[in-house]
């Protein structure tokens, strides 16, 4: 199994609409999450931490299940700009201690057209 | 905004050389990492750094890699002689806690040829 597994996409979606990323981590110690975008070529940028209670930052929502070892991105009222990859993201390894070492999923990739 | 600077954004070396990556992390930061992304595939984490030592790292991070915070500000990855698998992406990140999200350079495109 994957250490991170994300929808393979890539999603094609009209500017307006709404759309969700979902993700599963196989580690149970992960100890914390993060959604990030990535632009062609360019570096991963934070989008937003994910917390147990969920939360939300503008147009974008967040939840984790740590139960069944899965996260997930709501994107509302998508924009041109949210055109992108989307990074699934995880801190910790087996052992439960972190370093910091993160665990990057293969991405989704976004479109949003006209 | 503080951010992550690397130099060069482009390096092109003979294979067997070596190089140096170089980055500034934020400066309130306590951890700095490198990562690698080769073309097409996901991002995948190289080492680890706090109080001056590594502090874990990956199957990837062989003997023939090696990092450095040579003064309080740079945080440098070397490569001994480097391979053509080694192209890719280099990204270098900072964070104020181990467990705090990442902030990532622009990174620096190694081709070998």
């Known amino acids: 199994r994957k250490e991170v597994e994300q929808d393979p996409g890539p999603f094609n979606v009209p500017e307006g609409a709404t759309v969700a990323f979902n993700c599963t981590y196989s580690?149970?110690?992960?100890?914390?999450f993060f959604w990030y975008r990535q632009d062609c070529r360019k570096e991963p940028k934070l989008l937003m931490s994910?917390?147990?209670s969920g939360n939300e930052d503008g147009r974008f929502t967040a939840q984790l299940n740590r139960a069944s070892q899965y996260i997930s991105l709501l994107i509302r009222d998508s924009k041109l700009s949210d055109s992108a990859t989307y990074l699934c993201?995880?801190?910790?390894?087996?052992?439960?201690?972190?370093?910091?070492?993160?665990?990057f999923g293969q991405g989704t990739i976004l479109t949003v057209h006209p | 905004e503080p951010e992550v600077t690397q130099t060069p954004s482009h390096q092109v070396t003979q294979m067997g050389q070596e190089v140096i990556l170089r980055c500034v992390p934020i400066?309130?930061?306590?951890?700095f990492y490198w990562y690698r992304q080769i073309l097409g595939q996901k991002v995948e984490f190289l080492v680890s750094?706090?109080?001056?030592?590594?502090?874990?790292k990956s199957e990837i991070f062989d003997d023939q890699f090696s990092v450095e915070r040579p003064d309080g500000s740079n945080f440098t990855l070397k490569i001994r002689s480097t391979k053509l698998e080694d192209s890719a992406m280099y990204f270098c990140?900072?964070?104020?806690?181990?467990?705090?999200?990442?902030?990532f350079g622009d990174g620096t495109r190694l081709s070998i040829l």
């Open positions: 990140a900072s964070g104020q806690g181990s467990n705090q999200p990442q902030h």
């Open positions: 580690n149970s110690a992960s100890q914390s």
């Open positions: 994910v917390y147990s």
């Open positions: 993201v995880v801190n910790g390894d087996e052992q439960g201690t972190s370093y910091g070492k993160l665990t």
């Open positions: 400066s309130n930061h306590l951890y």
């Open positions: 750094f706090y109080n001056n030592e590594i502090s874990e």
